[in-house]
């Protein structure tokens, strides 16, 4: 356990230097952008370290391996962020447990979310997942609604009681004309963000950027980096 705290700390001092350098090279302050540290796969024993490490918001993507764990560590201060395809039959278990759902894409999924956040009495965050490989009334090939859904769909979760509208989230893409070009990508993105602003000033989150590609969501204008296999290492291959 020592040697994996000590692998975790390193990894993670390593993230925050490059958020630190990719911050003050785009001239922006550290404390704009926020690192969420993607656990998925990973044991309840890793969300403990870091949360002892300073930690205090991670994400998972699948219901089955997130509820437990969350459960395991609902003594610790930590926010939990659902990044995955949410089908409307896990929405009651994720609202369980995750503060925020960054991957809100159809309106199904809203009116699911809503019911189950009022019945458990809670509010949970919802991010519009942008897919920016789709036409302009498609999803995307990972989820995610074409940039001409957002503002309906944004309506729809700011009008649900038992959501806030937090803002937007995008993965980037595989194919189509950002493909390969993640700078150009997130900063369509904050194009988006600015144009949602507009109409829900509040819904000021932009999450965007990953292990490999934190530095240029930073350099965008990102407020939240998702980092998983910086912090944690490697993900062994299922099956």
Known sequence: ???????????????EERIAAACAAAGRKR???????????????????LAELGVRQVAENKDQDAAPKAADCSDLPLQWHFVGQLQTNKVRSVVG?????????RARLVTALSKEAVRAGREVGCLIQVALDAGL??????GGVAPG????????VAGSPGLRLAGLMTVAPLTGEYAGRQRAAFG???????????????ANMV???????????VAAGAT????GTSVLGVRPRLG
């Open 188 to 202: 369509r993105l904050m194009d988006l963000s600015t144009d949602l602003r507009r109409v829900h000033p509040a």
């Open 1 to 15: 356990m020592a040697d994996r705290r000590g692998e975790l700390a390193a990894n993670l001092a390593k993230v």
């Open 224 to 227: 939240h980096v998702r980092v």
């Open 207 to 217: 999450s965007a950027g990953m292990s490999a590609d934190l530095e240029e969501a």
């Open 97 to 105: 447990y995750a503060d925020v759902v960054q991957s809100v894409d």
């Open 31 to 49: 404390e704009e952008v926020t690192l969420i540290v993607v656990t998925k796969t990973y044991p309840a024993s890793d969300v403990r370290i």
């Open 137 to 142: 009334s498609e999803r995307g090939e990972r």
């Open 149 to 156: 859904g957002i503002g309906e769909l944004a309506a729809l």
